[in-house]
Structures are given as C-alpha cells and as structure tokens.
C-alpha cells in the first residue's frame, strides 16, 4: 500500500511529529479541556477514536478517570499497549450501555465520520444526564459553499453550524468554543518539514483548488447533555 493511499493517522511521520496523539495540541488541549469541566476522579470517560491508547492511558494515569477506547482502524489497536482496555468499534455503534460514561473525548475524529448525526445520537445514548461531550477537530473558518449550500469534499473539516444544530437536536447544548487553529498550522508546519508534502493544512481531508477545504480551522467544543 502506498503513503498516499494510507490514512494520514497511520502514517508513521504523523506519529513521529505529533506522538502517539496523532493530533494537534497533544495532551495539553486535553488537559485544557478537562480543566474547565468538572469530572470527578474515578468517572466512566470514553475515548471515541482512541488510536494508538495514548490518551486512555493519560486519562487513568494523570486524571483518575475509569478511560476506556474505542476505535475502528485494527492497525493502531494492533500497536496499542494491550493492558489499556481499547475495544474494535465504530464511534456510529458504541458497543455499552445507556448513560453509562460521565464524559466522552473525540478528538480530531468526528469530521472523518461518515455519518455525524448517528454519531451524536450514539454519544447522547451513552451520556449519563449532565455528561460532558468535548469535541477537538478540524471545522471550516472559510467555507467555499456548492449548490445546496453544504460542502463539496466527502471527508472535510466541520461545519459548526451544522454541528451544533445535530447537538442540539439530541439534547446536548454547547458550553463553549475555542479556536486552537495555531496548533494545526504548528503541525502542518512540521509534517511538511519531514515531507509530508500533500497535508496542506487539512489533517485527513484532501484540500484541492475549489473545495470548501482550503482554509480550515482547529477547535475545542464542550457540550453537557441537557435533557
């Protein structure tokens, strides 16, 4: 298989620029996250898109949190350290139980899934009432619009407007929004020092002349389950 037809994530020069995150802003957007709600240590937290475990194990190590993952890719969870307890599955089919997690991280995941509204109403599912949703991805800071007025690339940084609309609709309302767009142009800065010529400042998605890709964002979202 080519570099070009692997996912960027399992790219060995991602994991050597950004670590065993995969993403920008490592631990420290985390750690961001957690400090502005209110988690109580030994709480059941999901991880949605976990990767190669890193921040499972940053959750149960620094935090105390009961963390556990799930992601879809056999390759990462093949190289994950296999005392974390990270399971095969898809953030559209969580595989637990109704409001069974006091808080779900999905960091740099959500805008690579095919269906974010099935998605949501998964983490909603498994939300206690008053569960924490924290959000970090790529979102559109200058989206170019095609007909129906929504974006022309298949896999492409969020709308927020659309996102929001989907948590409101499953009965989440959003807390606040941080832009952290410096930390994805310090990774693209590095990915392109160490060759990796075709990211363009778009992490997964493709940025071609004339899609709604060219200038994306980073962001942090915070959501509470309200009803």
């Given at each position: ?23 920008p ?15 109580p ?7 949605v898109?976990?990767?190669?475990g ?6 149960r190590?620094?935090?105390g ?13 093949s ?28 960091e740099?995941v959500?805008s690579?899934?095919p269906?974010?509204q ?8 498994v ?13 559109q ?8 007025g ?15 609309k989907?948590l409101?609709q ?5 807390k606040s929004?941080?832009?952290h ?8 800065a590095?990915l ?5 010529s075709?990211f363009?400042l ?15 964002g980073?962001m ?6 309200s009803?």
């Amino acid at each position: 298989m080519t570099s070009a037809a692997t996912p960027l994530w399992e790219r060995s020069v991602l994991r050597d620029t950004a670590g065993t995150t995969l993403r920008p802003g490592g631990f420290a957007l985390t750690d961001r996250a957690i400090s502005l709600v209110r988690i109580p240590q030994g709480a059941n937290v999901l991880d949605v898109g976990c990767g190669l475990g890193a921040t499972v194990e940053h959750l149960r190590s620094e935090h105390g949190f009961r963390a556990c993952g799930i992601d879809k890719s056999v390759r990462q969870l093949s190289e994950a350290p296999s005392d974390l307890p990270l399971t095969l599955a898809d953030a559209s089919c969580i595989p637990c139980a109704d409001s069974f997690f006091d808080a779900i991280i999905c960091e740099c995941v959500l805008s690579l899934v095919p269906d974010q509204q099935r998605a949501i109403a998964e983490f909603k599912r498994v939300l206690k009432n008053r569960g924490t949703l924290i959000i970090t991805d790529l979102y559109q800071r200058d989206r170019r619009q095609s007909g129906d007025g929504g974006c022309s690339c298949a896999s492409s940084p969020l709308d927020l407007g659309k996102t929001e609309k989907m948590l409101m609709q499953n009965g989440m309302h959003i807390k606040s929004i941080e832009d952290h767009s410096k930390m994805l142009a310090e990774l693209a800065a590095r990915l392109i020092f160490a060759g990796e010529s075709d990211f363009r400042l778009t992490g997964n998605c493709c940025s071609r002349p004339g899609n709604c890709c060219s200038r994306p964002g980073y962001m942090m979202l915070i959501a509470e389950v309200s009803s």
